[in-house]
């Protein structure tokens, strides 16, 4: 009996994907959280400068670069449903507009901070510090998520070694990707 892509495999009640790669992601949130922490700490101490340079950003690029991840997140997610219900080429071509949307959100975000090197706002100012190094940061896993969603594809193209854990592996990290750029996003753009 074959799945199909509204009803796929259950987990039997295990965590989806690899424990190695829970273990790597719970580490670059508690990470990540430490980079938050401080970020509000100095916030907290300069609040009129953080505010000030902070109307320099363009929320419409914010949104939109949201906007581009959580979609990434859906096709992605979805690219788990079609691993499971047996169905490879979709699920490749589901990763294919995943990482698309990743490389979409990269340059929306190389643009971006074009556009504010350019008008003069660089790591000069606690702000735009903080802003760089997140965002940077930020980036990086980005550009490791497309490696992994490279794999990910790797590995569905090769019938012997077709695993819906490996998708969904990929998948919890690509998550986690989406899910530090709305704290970023909120903490940055959204909060004053």
């Known amino acids: 009996m074959t799945q199909t892509d509204s009803h796929p495999k259950p987990t039997n009640g295990r965590l989806p994907g690899d424990v190695d790669m829970w273990v790597m992601v719970l580490g670059d ?77 990269m340059a929306v975000k190389g643009y971006e901070w074009f556009a504010k090197i350019t008008a003069g706002h660089t790591n000069s100012d606690m702000f735009y510090a903080f802003y760089y190094v997140l965002t940077g940061v930020h980036l990086i896993h980005v550009l490791i998520g497309l490696i992994v969603l490279g794999v990910v594809v790797r590995e569905l193209r090769n019938p012997g070694r077709r695993r819906a854990s490996l998708v969904e592996s990929g998948a919890v990290y690509w998550h986690m990707v989406d899910l530090l750029w709305v704290v970023i996003f909120g903490l940055l753009y959204v909060m004053r």
């Open 29 to 105: 949130l508690i990470i990540f959280g430490g980079y938050f922490i401080v970020f509000m700490v100095y916030r907290a101490m300069n609040p009129a400068e953080f505010l000030a340079a902070q109307q320099h950003l363009d929320i419409n690029l914010g949104v939109l670069n949201t906007v581009i991840l959580l979609t990434s997140s859906w096709f992605v997610a979805r690219s788990v449903l079609a691993a499971r219900s047996g169905n490879p080429a979709q699920a490749i071509r589901l990763v294919y507009a995943g990482g698309g949307c990743g490389l979409l959100f």
